[in-house]
Each structure stands twice: as structure tokens, then as C-alpha cells.
């Protein structure tokens, strides 16, 4: 089981950064996928949920005007979008498999976690 | 807004045990799991569900719970144990999940 990510992103103030999440060695469309943020020297920040099959979604609070959570089935893939970036949005961002495989089901809890994706924002 | 609280670090001799401990209110109505952490490293899975443990994970780690307190305890901590760690768990709807602050575990 891995996910893969995309790589770093340099964007600036203002601007939109899309992160794509590879699946591969499970049924890619029988588990949700997570997304969190981290930025330097903090903790594991939650972003939302996606099930890659349906259109179910639920984004963090925080995040609900500018975060976009969509799924390639036949690439095996999630894209994660956050728009009208800021300077605090620099941080590593990872996706991360839920491990339930029962329809529709999350456990809430992750694993694996994809190696993570550097988005620096800057002027 | 819920939160979960760690204690910022905790420090232990080789082969003693450490234990780190995570509080918040919604703790009895929602799992908490646990991740290692290592720097420049994603975290990884170490105890999910309270208390199981991944198969690649050592019987070193364990994990309990107490009404609003949950606990990681590692039993004869290796050098290896260092880094920081993370509770996770959910608000009461399960919808919303939310990580502690985390904890730097330091082997002395």
C-alpha cells in the first residue's frame, strides 16, 4: 500500500496550489482519503475527507472557502486545492489513507500517509 | 472548540518506560490512535483504536484509556523510541478530526 504525492510547490500570496495523491497496492474507490497539513515546527493540522467514489466530502472548518477535494478513479488519484493562498499556508501537506475498507465507513484514524508535499508561499 | 492536550515533552532513560498522556472531552465518545513522528519523516501509525497495535509496530507500545484521558505507554524505551508523538481522534459527531500538539520524547 503507498501513496505518492506530487512534488514542491513555490506559489505566491494569492495564488491556488493543487497536490495530487497516487494510490496504489489496495482497491483504490474502498477507502476514504485524508487530507493534513504541518507547518514548521508544529503539529498535524486536519484539512478534510474525501471518498474517492463518491462525492462525499467534508473539509475542516477552517478551510471550507478555499479548499478542494476531488478524485481521478482511473488515474488512482486525489487532488487536494487550496485557493487565495497566504504565507501561513507554508507547510508540508499530506494525503493519508483512512483505514476502514467497509462502504462508506471512516475510522478515523491513517495509514499509510503519503511522504508529504512541500508548499512554500511567498511574495 | 475541542481540543486535545499533550504534555510538550517527556523525557526517559534507556529501558524504562515512558508515558504520555492525551485529554480531551470528547475522548469517551471517539477513539484515539497515536502517530510517531521523526524529523523529515510523515508520521506513522503506532496505536489505533485505544489500544491495537499495527502488526509492524513493536509490543513495546501500548495504549490505554481513562474517561478523558487517553495514554501511550512505551515499555523499555530504545534510543530508536525518539521523536515526537501525536494523539488523533475525533470530535463527538465523528466528522471533524483533530491531532494533540504533540509530545518530543527524549531518551536520555
Known amino acids: 500500500v503507498q501513496l505518492v504525492q506530487s512534488g514542491t510547490e513555490v506559489k505566491r500570496p494569492g495564488a491556488s496550489v493543487k497536490i495530487s495523491c497516487k494510490a496504489s497496492?489496495?482497491?483504490?474507490?474502498?477507502?476514504?482519503v485524508h487530507w493534513v497539513r504541518q507547518a514548521p515546527g508544529q503539529g498535524p493540522e486536519w484539512l478534510g475527507i474525501?471518498?474517492?467514489?463518491?462525492?462525499?466530502?467534508t473539509y475542516a472548518q477552517n478551510f471550507q472557502d478555499r479548499i478542494i477535494m476531488t478524485s481521478d478513479m482511473s488515474a488512482s488519484t486525489v487532488y487536494m486545492e487550496l485557493s487565495n493562498l497566504r504565507s501561513d499556508d507554508t507547510a508540508v501537506y499530506y494525503c493519508?489513507?483512512?483505514?476502514?475498507?467497509?462502504?462508506?465507513?471512516?475510522?478515523?484514524?491513517?495509514?499509510?500517509w503519503g511522504q508529504g508535499t512541500l508548499v512554500s508561499v511567498s511574495p | 472548540s475541542y481540543e486535545l492536550t499533550q504534555p510538550p515533552s517527556v523525557s526517559v532513560s534507556p529501558g524504562l518506560t515512558a508515558r504520555i498522556t492525551c485529554s480531551g472531552d470528547?475522548?469517551?465518545?471517539?477513539?484515539a490512535s497515536w502517530y510517531q513522528q521523526k524529523p523529515g519523516q510523515a508520521p506513522v501509525l503506532v496505536i489505533y483504536r485505544d489500544n491495537e497495535r499495527p502488526s509492524e509496530i513493536p509490543e513495546r507500545f501500548s495504549g490505554s484509556r481513562s474517561g478523558t484521558t487517553v495514554t501511550l505507554t512505551i515499555s523499555g524505551v530504545q534510543t530508536e523510541d525518539e521523536g515526537d508523538y501525536y494523539c488523533?481522534?475525533?470530535?463527538?459527531?465523528?466528522?471533524?478530526?483533530?491531532f494533540g500538539g504533540g509530545t518530543k520524547l527524549t531518551v536520555l
Open positions: 493519508a489513507r483512512d483505514v476502514s475498507a467497509i462502504t462508506m465507513v471512516r475510522a478515523n484514524w491513517f495509514d499509510p
Open positions: 474525501m471518498h474517492p467514489s463518491t462525492d462525499s466530502r
Open positions: 488523533q481522534s475525533a470530535d463527538n459527531s465523528g466528522s471533524y478530526v483533530l
Open positions: 497496492g489496495y482497491t483504490f474507490t474502498s477507502h476514504y
Open positions: 470528547a475522548l469517551p465518545t471517539q477513539f
